[in-house]
């Protein structure tokens, strides 16, 4: 019975059944869509999650209002500084911010999610002509895994963060935990459409390679024939046959091979620019729908990062501000934070550069037909290829502020050093000031009671 439901669960023949974990949280309003099965198998807006994402998003203002307005936050439980109060505050600006970016790009921008799926669609029915298809079974696999893994680490991260607390014999309210609560989860989530729709870019553009490569592959056979002599032998064949093919191929992952592929090259170079040129108009799309959100989600992991970190060292050279037992609890709570946003932060920047990797094989492979092919019709397809290639590159970026790849990793660590050893340095300078003002006002008392 479990391995029927198993095989009924893990089948997938097109798109819309590879992409049933999105739609899931479309119950939450952040993926205001549904996919019909019937004949026509189109993508349409769902009135149903847009009123939910209305709903969710007012039951988070309302919840963040009423812990603004009793002053409760998770950091005023531990201690109260000036930093932390600062801190305390940006954080909540911050945070209404994203949450507002994230919900208002949800569901006035949805359109932009629906002609994502769309494209993919289309790309999907150019490679049938050409003889292939998508194996969706994995993408529907991965997507599965990504968001059965993001569910256990929110799970198992909001259970032990409010353990924790208790366990530090701190009672946080309902709506303080609610509002501390719901911006993991819509971040998740937000995440979640991100590397969903990112995986069904990159798993494309490896289609997209593999059909180059094929061609690649085709003219390596005519030119080992080519160039070997009747008089050499079938070992020196295969000798020179497998140099060849070391020195001009590249390691990838193969697929079938086709004949539509083979017998006609030019037709299959025509087809594989369509696909370059949606496959840039779905990433393109990508960035546009996800570019605020991704910034909003960044700027606040990077502040609760930074902050995290001062809220630790803060404990460590201060240690009389945190009762004895609950400093192993603090500690615990901020490392768990700290460690969930770089998860964060490392997964957006993955899912970018997979993407953008993979994109940059066809232009290699391009150049490596070309070096090799001498006829004009087929030079010609892959010279108006290359051009396309030079103008028409994938990138991400956050609102165009700076790139989503694993520069950003450096860019956060080195930012984030920097200003941490701002904090410290204010905070010693606060502390002495207080230091001189306690000795100034106790000589001068001694004085007067002289």
Not at 35 to 47: A, D, F, G, M, Y
Not at 277 to 306: H, K, M, R, V, W
Request: proline share 2%.
């Amino acid at each position: 019975m479990a391995f029927k439901l198993w095989e009924r669960f893990s089948q997938a023949d097109n798109v819309f059944q590879a992409l049933r974990p999105l739609t899931f949280i479309s119950l939450l309003g952040l993926a205001p869509f549904r996919l019909n099965l019937n004949p026509r198998k189109e993508v349409q807006t769902s009135k149903f999650s847009f009123c939910a994402g209305i709903v969710h998003f007012l039951f988070f203002v309302l919840c963040f209002g009423i812990s603004v307005m009793e002053g409760d936050s998770i950091i005023g439980y531990f201690f109260q500084t000036n930093i932390t109060r600062f801190s305390d505050g940006t954080l909540r600006l911050t945070g209404i911010l994203a949450m507002s970016t994230i919900f208002g790009f949800a569901m006035f921008k949805r359109q932009r999610l629906v002609s994502i799926i769309q494209n993919n669609i289309v790309v999907d029915e150019i490679f049938v002509r050409l003889g292939m298809k998508l194996d969706y079974r994995r993408i529907l696999l991965s997507s599965s895994l990504i968001s059965l893994g993001m569910l256990l680490f929110n799970v198992i991260y909001l259970c032990v963060s409010y353990s924790l607390l208790v366990s530090a014999t701190i009672s946080p309210s309902f709506v303080t935990f609610t509002t501390f609560a719901l911006p993991h989860i819509n971040i998740s989530l937000m995440v979640f459409k991100f590397l969903c729709t990112t995986d069904l870019a990159r798993s494309r553009f490896s289609m997209l390679n593999e059909i180059l490569q094929d061609i690649l592959d085709a003219h390596i056979e005519q030119l080992s024939a080519l160039e070997l002599s009747p008089m050499h032998s079938v070992v020196n064949h295969r000798r020179y046959s497998h140099r060849l093919r070391n020195l001009i191929s590249t390691p990838m992952k193969r697929y079938s091979v086709t004949s539509v592929i083979r017998l006609n090259p030019e037709y299959a170079i025509k087809q594989v620019s369509n696909i370059h040129n949606l496959l840039c108009d779905i990433c393109q799309t990508i960035e546009e729908y996800f570019t605020y959100p991704l910034l909003g989600i960044i700027a606040i992991s990077f502040l609760f990062i930074l902050f995290d970190d001062f809220y630790i060292l803060e404990a460590i050279l201060n240690p009389k501000r945190l009762d004895v037992f609950e400093a192993d609890e603090f500690f615990a709570f901020f490392l768990m934070q700290l460690i969930w946003y770089i998860v964060i932060i490392v997964l957006i920047v993955e899912g970018s550069s997979r993407t953008i990797l993979h994109s940059s094989y066809t232009a290699a492979i391009v150049h490596k037909i070309l070096n090799i092919t001498d006829d004009p019709e087929l030079r010609d397809r892959l010279f108006r290829l290359s051009l396309q290639l030079s103008h028409r590159k994938v990138l991400f970026t956050a609102a165009g502020l700076f790139r989503l790849d694993r520069t950003l990793i450096f860019t956060i660590t080195g930012a984030a050093t920097c200003y941490l050893i701002i904090l410290i340095q204010f905070r010693f300078t606060h502390h002495m000031d207080d230091t001189s003002s306690n000795s100034t006002n106790h000589l001068h008392s001694i004085h007067l009671g002289d």
